[in-house]
């Protein structure tokens, strides 16, 4: 059925502007399978695609894949070998694991709801609720939900954080595949405050943005053999605990206009994408 509505959405992209183009989100989001391809990202972060995705097992040694109905565990290789060294990391740190959001569609793709970004399979949310020691059933995966560490001002962490929170995100800031991590500002102070002189160069990857209060982002860089794939910039020089991080504690940033946090911005088109993309769901 959904390979049907995919080819009628298609056959309406492709007639032209007698008829409406439908959201790129209404294709991708369709998509319930990977392609049969060699992996390969294309395009952007938030702009682009994935060939040839694997899925994340739904349960393994140190992670426990959540919300497995909306069908988001797939991605790029690197991006599942991570998952799979930061959930043996966070067991050493005394976690048992790590509770695994969302990674990217079958295809990668827009998103019908949520994210912006996830779009080429190298973007990962890991749950800021410590996992408990034995696996979950898929019906509690999709009725439980993780915590929330910042307090109602957003100013700070709230009794809910620990050391280990800390600990896990300078592991997975510390793995070279790694090209920054989104946490709530009130998360990126803490750590700039909690972390010694001599131990701060891992901190320019940890980015202040908004939300991000009860999961962590972690964006991989493009793989080196990824011809297609579009890295972001790198951060700014520095480990971010100066007068720009000041800022987000701000009334500006605080209470932003819609534009601001990018929540204005109309749904992409396949026009909008990458030639490749367009390829992958009209092969």
Known sequence: ??????????????????????????????????????????????????????ALAETGPAWQAMRLSRNRNWGHPAVIAFIERLGLSAREIGWPGLYVGDISQPMGGPMRSGHRSHQIGLDVDIWMRRPGPEPLSRARREQIGSISVVAPSRR????????EHGAVLRAAALDPTVARIFVNPAIKDRLCRDTAADDRAWLRKIRPWWGHDAHFHV????????????????????????????WWFSDEALNPKPSASGTARGPLRMEDLPAACRALVNR
């Open 219 to 246: 964006r991989l860089n493009c793989p080196a053999d990824a011809a297609g794939c579009q890295d972001q910039a790198p951060p700014p020089p520095g480990d971010g605990c100066d007068d720009s991080l000041a």
């Open 1 to 54: 059925m959904a390979r049907i509505w995919i080819a009628m959405a298609l056959g309406l992209f492709l007639a032209g502007p007698v008829f409406a183009q439908p959201p790129a989100k209404q294709i991708f989001g369709a998509v319930a399978e990977p392609s049969e391809h060699d992996p390969a990202p294309y395009g952007s972060y938030a702009r682009g695609c994935i060939a040839g995705a694997i």
């Open 156 to 163: 700070t962490v709230n009794a809910s954080w620990t050391d």
